[in-house]
Structures are given as C-alpha cells and as structure tokens.
C-alpha cells in the first residue's frame, strides 16, 4: 500500500491536487500581489463574440438563406407538414377523432378507438411478441391509465411515442448502415453522435423554436434529435457483429451490396437491432416532461404544470403514469426484439385461424365503435369510475414535513457545511489559467497529448465565452453527486451480486428510479428540502444511481469461475473473496459504471436549474426562457465539452485497468 502511495504515477497526482489546491485558497492573494484580477475572472473584453454570432446565423437561416427557388423556411414547413401529417392522423384515432370542417361548422365521421379496443389491441400484441404473463402486465398497466383518470393525456403522449420512434429509429438505422458502408461517414458521425448525446436537450430547443415554431412538431423534432444517436450506434456495431462466414455465403450466392445488406446482414442482426428500438422508444418517454415546455401536451405537461404550482399529489400520479406506459412499452419492444431471434410458426388454415388475435382486434374494435354510439361508458371511461391518490401523495408529504422537518434540516445544513460548501469554495477559487493547465496535465497523463491538447481547446472554449466560474459550478455539483452516488451505488451493487434476493429487489428499485422522468424527482425533493444546491444534489443522486449499481453488479458476477474458486482454495473468506478478487477484477465495469454515472448527471444538472443551481445548466434554461438561442447553445456546448473530457479520461482509465488485469491484449 506505501509502495502504490509514493509510486510516480501516485506522486505526479498528490503534486497536481496540492498545486490546485494552493492556488485555489491563495488565488485573491496572487491577484492581488500580480494587480492581475484577470487571473480569477476571464476579462470581458477578451471574450469571443460567438454567442451573437450563433443568434444572427440562425436569424439569416429563417430571414434570409435560400435555395434556388426555395427558402429555408420554406424547407422548415415543409419537414414541419411530413410530420405533422401522420402525427393528426395518430392523435384522430387515439383522441380526437375524424371530423370534417372546422370549429363550429365541423362535422364527426367516425370517433376515436375506444379506451376498450385500444387496451385489447396492445394486449393482443404483447401476446403475439410474449406469452399470457406479459399480455396481462400490459393490459394491466393501460388500465391502470384509464382506471387513475390519466387516459386522454397518456393517449397524447402516446400519440407522439408513435410518431416519434419510427423516425427515430428508421433514421438511425438508415445513418447506421450508411456509417457501416462508408468509414469517413462513421467518423464524421461519431463526434456528431457524442454531441447529440451530451449537449443538454434545453440548448437545441431554442433553435427547434425559431425553426418550427411552438407546437407538437416541434417538440417531436426535438425528441427525434434526443433519441436517434443509440439506434445508430446499435446499428453499426449489430451489422459489424454479423459472423464473417454469413456474410462470405450471402457473396458466394451471388448477392449484391444491396441484397447482401438487407436480405442477409439486416435479418441476423435484427435481434441486436430491436435492442436499439427499444432504446428510442425509453428515450422518447424521457423526453416527454421536457418537450411539453415546446407544445407537446400529455402526461409530460400534467408533470410540469404540477411542478410549477408544486402540487405533490398530481405531480406524483403523472409521473407514475408515465412510468406505466414506460414499463408496457419496454416489456412489448423487449419481446419483440427476442421474437425477431425466433422463426414465427406457420398455421395452416384460414386467416382468422391463422391471425386469431388481429381478428379479435379487428371483431372488438368494430363492436366497440358501434356499442360506444348507443353506451357512452364503452367509448370514453366513465369519470365517475376514476380514482385518485393525488391527496394521499400531498398528505404524505406533509406528514413527512410536519414530523420531520427539524431532522431533514439537521442534516442538510450537516451536508451543506462540511462538504459541499467546501467543495464548491475550492472549485469556484480555481484561476482559469491554473484549471485549463491542469485539466491539460491530467489528460497527458491518462492519455497522452492527443486528450490533453483536445481537454485545453475545449476548456479554453468555456473561458473564452466567460462561463469558467459557472463551468466550476457544474464541476462541484455533478462531482460531489457523483461521489455520492457511487459510493452508494457500488455496495449496493455489490449486494445485489451477492444476494440472489437483495438483488431482485435492488434490480426493481432501479428499474424504477431509470424508468421515472428527470422531473418527477423534483417535486418530493423540493417539497421536503426547499430549493438550492442540496435539494440538486439529492436529485442527480436518485437520477444519476442506477448505472452505479448496474454495472457494480455485472462485473461481480462476471468474474471468471476459476479465479473465485483459486480464491476459495487459498482459504479467502467471502468478505476477502469480494474485496481482494471480484472488486479489483470489476474494476473496468466499476470505471465504466461511474462513467455513466457522471453523464446521466451532467444530463440531470439543466433541469435541476429549476430549483435554484447557479451553474451551466441555468444558462441553458436562460437561453430558452428568453429565446436566445446563442447563449444557450454556448451553455449547452459548454455542458457536453465537460462531459466529453469526463468520458475520454474515464474510458482511458477502464482500458489501462483491462489491461492491467489482463483482460485486453
């Protein structure tokens, strides 16, 4: 152990964290003694004009930019009317219904599917992707929407889901065979992919505004961006995954490039490909909360609407909701990825014997849309039916205020004093010379120079446009959250690999906590602890703990058999057998786990703007309350630089522990 404490590498980052930390407490001192005030706040004059510059382009695209006979917004209506037009026809059949006319004057052809056929419609799915026991949890869970008074909102949200995934995911598949075909496309996407996945959705939806202008279009367009880049990830690597021999049989056939890509590589990667679906699908419902604020209505504006009047109650069943549809959804894309592995059965005989649940879809919704003429309770769910648990969800948090307040306030001003105003003071006290140097030293030494000159340009971009103090800021934050969360996550994690049953419930208390919208973690956190930096905090936390503990756990369990059982033989105990073997050996899923970690974090801090936090993410939500698109694209590029430098140092240290440990060549 004092070998590794005094060992050159060890030194070289006691010498880096002491240099920091002198100048950060002696940093007034040194402007002082210099007359230098320029070393702890980047002078105005020096900044670079990139915001304004970033607001007039966008307003030359809208005003002045053209295409031969074309504008640029000409090509905005346009794409705005491609989706526009499925999306009415969706929210008719769902909602709204099929009327002809306007206002007054309209005119009712035919009502919406009835709450009765669209419940039997997504079980008859789940039965033909899965088994009973999955059509049961789907029936279940849009029950659930009907039976808590939350149908029509979920049906609005659902409207957008199915708008949104198939764009989602066709247009990263169509990127991701691209990026396969051709590598300079993959490597022009790759830089695309990683800020598409870090700069905070707040930032583009400035300029999604200006484009589309507010509405449901909007917001669709924005959710499209938020959840394409996994689909063309999970493209390239399942058409790169595909076993040479497969490929060598489709040429020896005769196949061309395009009948080798889609009637060969297509089918056997679409397994791993559902997989990416099934990330759209869980990122568009993410989106919902956040693409409310741009038109989008449904469970996502009930979720916001309750967060602005603080109302605990509706808040709480909205977010549940969502969190319902999510689990349904999820479950449903599962088995169909698991169904694209398996060759469907073939049933002789007529259609309805051979497609006896379309034909119960078809038979139901026919005599759902006659019965709901003559029975309204068949068409629409009946209010009076309705139950809520809106007050308990208040009462309960009042309960918890009234007889618990002192202690929540114990230990948050505990929290407050002896760590993370300390934490804050030594970041907000670093001299941008010093921080950019620093960070510079720090990515040579994990990584060589490419990483450190890469980790100055972009720091240097942060001080340049005068966001070093609020980079700091976010720094603190996402640091001291992600400390936290980590060293709750790991042992949880470690407990769920150890314990057949703590991990089942371990396994469903994070399934849930991933599934919960960003937003709904607010509403308990600032009702109980006000706002301000803790109440941030508890919320990354509880956002931000999942991928801790999941990746804690997988790389427990994937310790090579042999190796525990050489452990067991020297006669380890099971508490040396975990911390002398499995820890060290899951150390690169440990690392990547914590990389996860600080991205679902950094993602977290713009909307935790909302309850007082002083840092980037308040400068991404400035921009788009005041709709100045510069100033939040700056912010939000500022956002995804820091994590980009956060994920290229940890996935440096994972690979060197990979290799350390033998595990890489």
Not at 314 to 334: H, K, P, T
Not at 353 to 369: E, F, G, M, N, S
Not at 424 to 438: H, L, V
Not at 449 to 463: P, Q
Request: proline fraction near 5%; charge should be positive; include cysteine.
């Amino acid at each position: 152990m004092t070998k590794r404490l005094f060992s050159p590498d060890a030194l070289f980052w006691w010498a880096l964290l002491l240099i920091t930390w002198a100048l950060s407490t002696w940093s007034f001192d040194l402007y002082k003694a210099l007359d230098a005030r320029w070393i702890i706040k980047y002078p105005t004059a020096w900044r670079l004009p990139m915001e304004d510059g970033i607001t007039s382009a966008i307003n030359w695209l809208m005003e002045q930019a053209s295409f031969g006979l074309f504008t640029f917004r000409d090509l905005t209506r346009a794409v705005a009317a491609l989706i526009e037009a499925p999306y009415e026809i969706v929210r008719d059949l769902l909602i709204d219904g099929f009327s002809r006319g306007f206002g007054d004057n309209a005119v009712t052809i035919a009502p919406p599917l009835s709450w009765i056929a669209i419940i039997v419609t997504l079980v008859a799915m789940a039965h033909y992707a899965g088994d009973w026991r999955l059509a049961g949890l789907v029936g279940a869970c849009f029950t659930y929407l009907a039976v808590f008074g939350q149908w029509e909102s979920a049906m609005v949200t659902l409207a957008s889901v199915l708008i949104a995934v198939p764009i989602g995911a066709v247009g990263g598949l169509a990127l991701g065979i691209l990026a396969f075909r051709f590598r300079w496309i993959e490597r022009a996407l790759r830089p695309a992919l990683d800020l598409m996945q870090t700069v905070p959705v707040f930032a583009y939806l400035v300029p999604i505004l200006i484009l589309f202008g507010f509405g449901p279009v909007a917001a669709l367009v924005a959710t499209v961006i938020y959840a394409m880049p996994p689909m063309v990830r999970v493209t390239i690597i399942a058409l790169q995954s595909v076993p040479p021999e497969v490929v060598e049989v489709g040429r020896m056939s005769g196949c061309s490039k395009r009948q080798l890509m889609w009637k060969i590589l297509i089918p056997s990667s679409l397994p791993t490909l559902m997989v990416g679906v099934n990330q759209v699908i869980m990122l568009t419902l993410n989106m919902v909360i956040i693409a409310s604020m741009i038109g989008a209505g449904g469970l996502g504006y009930d979720v916001l609407a309750s967060l602005r009047r603080l109302d605990i109650g509706s808040g709480v069943e909205a977010g549940l909701a969502i969190v319902v549809m999510a689990i349904a959804l999820d479950r449903l894309s599962q088995a169909f990825s698991e169904r694209a592995g398996r060759d469907p059965l073939h049933v002789e005989g007529s259609i309805i014997k051979r497609h006896p649940w379309l034909a119960t879809t078809v038979l139901v919704i026919l005599v759902t849309l006659f019965l709901g003429l003559f029975l309204p309770f068949i068409q629409v769910y009946p209010e009076a039916m309705t139950v809520t648990t809106g007050p308990f969800w208040g009462r309960a948090i009042e309960f918890i205020n009234v007889n618990f307040f002192d202690s929540f306030e114990t230990i948050k001003t505990f929290v407050l004093t002896w760590f993370l105003l300390p934490v804050k003071r030594f970041f907000g006290q670093i001299p941008w010379p010093w921080g950019i140097i620093a960070i510079g030293l720090a990515c040579w030494r994990v990584a060589g120079w490419k990483l450190a000159l890469l980790a100055v340009l972009l720091t240097a971009f942060i001080a340049v446009n005068g966001l070093w103090a609020k980079a700091m800021v976010t720094v603190y934050l996402c640091g001291a959250s992600v400390v936290i969360a980590t060293l709750i996550g790991i042992p949880l994690g470690a407990l769920a690999a150890e314990n057949e049953r703590a991990g089942r419930i371990i396994g469903a208390l994070m399934d849930t906590l991933q599934t919960l919208p960003s937003f709904v973690y607010l509403i308990p956190v600032v009702m109980l602890f006000r706002v301000g930096d803790f109440s941030a905090m508890i919320a990354i936390i509880l956002y931000a703990l999942a991928p801790a503990v999941r990746y804690a756990a997988h790389g427990i369990r994937s310790v090579p058999q042999p190796l525990i059982e050489a452990g067991i033989a020297s006669g380890c105990t099971r508490r040396q057998l975990l911390w002398r073997i499995k820890m060290p050996l899951a150390a690169p899923h440990l690392l990547l786990g914590l990389n996860q970690t600080i991205m679902l974090a950094l993602s977290m801090l713009v909307i935790t703007a909302l309850v007082g936090t002083r840092d980037l993410g308040q400068e991404v939500y400035i921009g788009l309350t005041k709709a100045n698109a510069g100033q939040g694209i700056i912010a939000g590029l500022s956002v995804a630089f820091i994590a980009m430098i956060a994920d290229r140092i940890v996935t440096s240290l994972a690979e060197h522990s990979r290799k350390r440990l033998g595990l890489e060549s």
